[in-house]
Each structure stands twice: as structure tokens, then as C-alpha cells.
């Protein structure tokens, strides 16, 4: 089993900056990808940005591409998301994504509201 702790949500106005963070533990062993979600209310949840625990392989949503960066500590276990120029429609529930051996694991979420 893994387990994943977000943190770092909150309230922000527009073209401001958060950092979230994602902590994994547990079995962290295999694991591939980690990724981070959005969810907005009366939206499906949608891909933010992923990456493989490797390094080689990045993937952006096109609404957050020169907005968002996502990077990782393995050592720490640890996958960031630092987004930039925020803007209300980034407004959401923030969860975070890790796969290990073909099986998904989610943290409970954090929330980002961008408002001024």
C-alpha cells in the first residue's frame, strides 16, 4: 500500500503563486509515476501534470502548459507542484496521483482557491 499527504493548498489571488506538495510512504518501492489531479465542482477530475520517479518522462495539461511545473525529491519521497500566474479558473480540489505496479493510489486532496 502507499500512502499520499498533500499539502500546501490555500487561497491566492489571481496571477499569485503556490508551491503543493505530495509525500508518499508505505510501500514507495516501484513506483513509476506520480502525478497531480484537479477537480473542480460539477467537473470530472482532470490530469494537472504527471512524470515518471526516473525523470524521463513529464506531462502537462495544455490549460497549465508555462504556468506549472511539477518536480520531485525521490530521496524525500516527494513529488511538488509549483504553479505560477494563477489564475480563478485553477480553482479546484488538488489530489495527488502515484502508480505502482499497474494499481492507483490517491491522497485525500488539498484545496487551491484563487480569488481576489
Do not use: H
Not at 6 to 12: D, P
Not at 38 to 67: F, H, I, W
Request: with cysteine; aromatic share 8%.
Amino acid at each position: 500500500q502507499v500512502q499520499l499527504v498533500e499539502s500546501g493548498g490555500g487561497l491566492v489571488q489571481p496571477g499569485g503563486s503556490l508551491r503543493l506538495s505530495c509525500a508518499a510512504s508505505g510501500s514507495t518501492v516501484s513506483i513509476n509515476v506520480m502525478g497531480w489531479y484537479r477537480q473542480a465542482p460539477g467537473k470530472p477530475r482532470e490530469l494537472v501534470a504527471q512524470m515518471s520517479t526516473s525523470g524521463g518522462y513529464t506531462n502537462y495539461a495544455e490549460s497549465v502548459q508555462g504556468r506549472f511545473t511539477i518536480s520531485r525529491d525521490n530521496a524525500k519521497n516527494t513529488v511538488y507542484l509549483q504553479m505560477n500566474s494563477l489564475k480563478t479558473d485553477d480553482t479546484a480540489g488538488y489530489y495527488c496521483r502515484a502508480e505502482r505496479i499497474r494499481t492507483d493510489y490517491w491522497g485525500q486532496g488539498t484545496q487551491v482557491t484563487v480569488s481576489s
